[in-house]
């Protein structure tokens, strides 16, 4: 997409864009790794214009991982409030949602390379409260007890560890690989094989951008 492109679409839709171009750059690069060069490349826009609308890469990663913690919260609400045809238990519903959401490895990866930022001054609290809000979405609205809750945060961070370490990618050709997967999505391991390469097209261009 060009810039000509991008400037045209609403103001709100072309800042979902560069979110979502960031959300990618800084999944794959981490915060360290990543410029606001790479991000307007991906986004197919200006550095300029990136600045000037979130005004610097720590307030683009803040509102990226900030976006993507809202994101994960709604997913939750959504699949707690849904009426399911199968005797599925609400953990299993919440849990198949969320494996659907981090298809989009930006979600996933930028919301690990925000809980390993404990120490940072801005991004610690960011990380702590985004985290403690997640618990108190299953806690207070899904009605987890604290036990169920805790339990359940657990297995989505195993998730995450697989997902992150593209265990689906090689599910087919190593046993372990898919054994674990098996055990721990529950027999849906098959429905994210293909979840590394979703959004392929745009990782491509992260990749070659700079």
Not at 1 to 8: F, I, N, Y
Request: glycine share 8%; net charge negative; proline share 3%.
């Amino acid at each position: 997409m060009t810039e000509t492109r991008t400037q045209r679409l609403p103001a709100a839709e072309r800042r979902e864009l560069m979110l979502d171009a960031a959300s990618i750059v800084f999944g794959e690069r981490g915060y360290a790794g990543t410029t606001t060069d790479a991000v307007a490349a991906a986004a197919g826009v200006s550095q300029a214009y990136i600045v000037r609308t979130f005004g610097s890469k720590e307030a683009l990663f803040a509102e990226t991982a900030s976006r993507a913690v809202s994101r994960i919260k709604a997913v939750f609400r959504q699949a707690a409030a849904s009426e399911s045809a199968a005797e599925e238990s609400v953990e299993e519903r919440l849990g198949r949602a969320y494996v659907d959401l981090v298809a989009d490895r930006g979600i996933l990866l930028t919301v690990m390379h925000l809980l390993t930022l404990g120490h940072h001054d801005k991004f610690g609290p960011l990380a702590r409260e985004g985290f403690l809000s997640i618990y108190r979405v299953l806690r207070d609205e899904v009605g987890l007890t604290p036990q169920e809750a805790e339990t359940f945060l657990a297995k989505g961070m195993l998730i995450n560890t697989m997902l992150g370490l593209r265990l689906p990618d090689i599910a087919a050709t190593q046993p372990d690989a898919g054994e674990l997967l098996t055990c721990v999505l529950e027999g849906a391991a098959d429905e994210v094989v293909t979840l590394s390469t979703k959004h392929q097209p745009l990782g491509q261009a992260v990749r070659h951008s700079d």
